[in-house]
């Protein structure tokens, strides 16, 4: 064919296929997001509507995409977890990232008019999305991993809370917050808050302290005694699972909720009541 | 601090800055578009609005990032070209696909209702597109990879020209008209559709049998006598560009207008008369 | 400095570190080396000697780096392990491979006269090997790794020592025995040995069967009641094991005797006698 | 077959192909050498057996290796050139790297008695090499790449001869040497030589002062006018060469004497005269 000439630029691509048997977590974040929650007059520190399309853009690609097990975001940023028996797109690392940016965005636009109905979006003030996958060998890796985001969720967000009620509340400028803030520890911004403003930090919403945490929904199940973890016990050999076992698991995560949830999820107890995210087995169904 | 201990799990992010010295072509494709074509109803073989739709979100991303020099879209994919010289965002790979593929997505959600004001989006049929990045090391293979986009939209545009004119003006039913096509020639297409149909595929647009290929305008030059190519005369040393006259160059971009254009870009001469292309440094801004 | 002109071309080399806390497998292999078994005249199917000079190669390396924790040696090819929590060249892969195949082939060369005294090595008849590393995420899969090299092992044992029996002994051309061998099982090359040959294939030698197995001589302990294994138990935040704590481990490692073994690596027992293989913690020295 | 079980554990292993059209440098390094140069009592600044074996062991690595068309050596270094269109394994680098890694280590090893007949090797001062492989995606970045490598040499030459004759000849201690040497530049350099010690630099053995290139030998060329340089004028498709002509060209170059020079390659006229080296065609062998 006449095509055939200028074919060989095919040659170029290079193959970006992610280790197997490995968890692959894929972690967007908003781009510009400092000057453009300014422009769309974003409430500080925390913006609840702003939050709320986060995770309704969230939810609608952990929808389109079975094969997430979890997810997690916290401000501008949102990390999405495939189990390591994934087979998704091969596992092509660009085709895997790509595909939950561009969908996160869609849905992030689409929505927008319902979360800020009296801010429509306008050009060049168009929110879009980077994103990278990172993969960890193992079970206890991954969970550190969520543990990272969510200590920085906290971290940060008690930093925030505390700085910008000095400046709203307390009349300061940012800088003298800031200054003053310089060095000190959690223990330090609880009392600045509590002595001062009367705040209890343990009262602010979870979901401002503790982020959100997206997942499948099945009947929850009392902890077991410790036994060895999946990825030891078994070795997946997920090539070896056939394509109608993929897609059947596949159905049944489709029919699970994804909840919405403002947990601890550093501690066991989240991963114990619900197994199905690290094992990557379909629970049971609520009634 | 106290994240410190879950820190470490940074250490799995893996670096993809791609080699220096080379063309990046970021090619975005979208996904599952057959099906979205059906049920947004587009045009057959082409639909003149979901095309201008495609280049109105192309010419934001040429405009969100000046360090584009190019780019060529046909049917629902675009390719966006970076210098040899480009130094945006360190040339990490993921990095650059993702922002270009979230940029798009976000004019093309935002931009639909526009172009379909008749057909509004309705989830969960949203557009999304992935995309991939691939290096080429020099000038001739880079004019090698657009002449091969190129030569597929004529290839794919007279098949499918031909191919919907056998079955909505001609009444055969795909199967029949696939079944016909199936070995022919251009020739044979071309007469099938001049002496069965009275067209002449030469009259079609040439939005149709070319693609759109977007650049930045310059005044147009006259083609000299052959010269060593670019990147062969003088090591473009990147890096050692400073930042200043990096941003200057990007401040002259962004004055240019980028032009939509539907020519033929195989031959020399588009190259010879938009010499900024190929070199990266910004033209004679028209009067 | 003169040189900074041309240093930029440093800018060129890209970073191969291999993902953290996973297993690296250096395999090499020999290069033409059924040309150079009949140039040398090696023994079929098995040339003892041959053997012997592979395994004292690989004991070399095993001393030369102590991050080593078990190699697996058949016929021309060796497999070389470092823990998941080896630091060893930053776990550059490059750096990895090539200093195993540059120290595996200078011990080749100058033991060849040891265990080939009578034919000396003559160039172009140099033996030479090729390498590569891949990484494995647990435990569960590098034995799965052993296990694959020793199973091959013995099918390609099995098959040689029937196929030159029948050859060598039976007077049977190479192409009638190919023939005859064609779609056997391993009991009907198990038969053709007894019945015509009177050879008891479990009566052969161990190092043909098995293979050979290299790793640091401890005392051996009980195996204990499974538990959880040990990169579940406890992240091996390797890049926080201090450099001394690194640099004593490795003194400990080099205290301990390299030995030679010829036994299965494919059940339990073997790894549970020897924990510290896949603990990577040295264990108690052999009084 | 038995074996499959454990198959699965290939799919690790990921492609390393390096991308096509670019130039492939392959340099090793002796591993450890400032040790093993005492150990062996290599001559100070410059071991002229040492070097002369160097070379004799990459003039059988350019004989092994037909593809290699240029090679450049200094002190224990030493760099190997596969031009853009070599497709030798495929163009995997771990092959290419290891392969040249152990070929050299394998006839530096052989060669060495013949070097150093007083000096017999002896473990654990085993003489190992490590290596990398870098793409450079065009003739001028190649030429800056091996300008840089001779820019080396020759910095570190001129330090090195005029650093141990104040030791040797001059009878001042290390410290002293190093200390006044800070700072100076090429003239001071030659001025201490020349004035202190009454040499003068510029007759030091070309040998010390350019390194070795070692590359085919054919008829030299006339420089021509400028022209378009090879790998702008015609795209060199080299996965479409086919097979016999590749197979043609490697007997040409066989036929080849490689030889071994002392010569500027920064400038032009190395290059110019011997066009073969950047065109990748074979000259005309000499009569």
Known sequence: MANSRFEYVKSFEQPD???????????????????????????????????????????????????????????????????????????????LVTTIVSTFTAHYIYNWSEFFPERPLLPPYLPSFDGRAVIYPNNRILRDYMSWRQVDCHINNLYNTTFWTMVLQGG???????????????????????????????????????????????????PKPTKAPADEESPVIESQQSRSQQDKIRKLRRKAQVVIDHVDIIKDEFWEKRPWILSGNPGKLPA
Chains 1, 2, 3, 4 share one sequence.
Not at 44 to 49: I, L, S
């Open 172 to 222: 300061m400028s940012n800088t003298d917050a800031e200054q003053e803030l310089k060095g000190t520890v959690s223990a330090d911004k609880n009392e600045i808050l509590f002595k001062r403003f009367g705040i209890n930090y343990n009262n602010e919403l979870e979901i401002y302290k503790k982020g959100t945490v997206l997942y499948r929904q099945y009947e929850l199940e009392e």
């Open 17 to 95: 296929v992610l280790l197997p048997n490995t968890w692959i977590v894929v972690r967007i974040d908003g781009r510009g997001f400092h000057k453009l929650s300014d422009h769309y007059a974003f409430a500080k520190p925390n913006d609840r509507r702003a939050l709320d399309l986060m995770n309704a853009a969230a939810v609608e690609v952990m929808k389109e995409l079975p094969d997430l097990c979890i997810a997690y975001g916290v401000s501008d940023e949102f990390s999405f977890v495939f189990h390591p028996n994934c087979q998704l797109f091969e596992r092509r690392n660009g085709k």
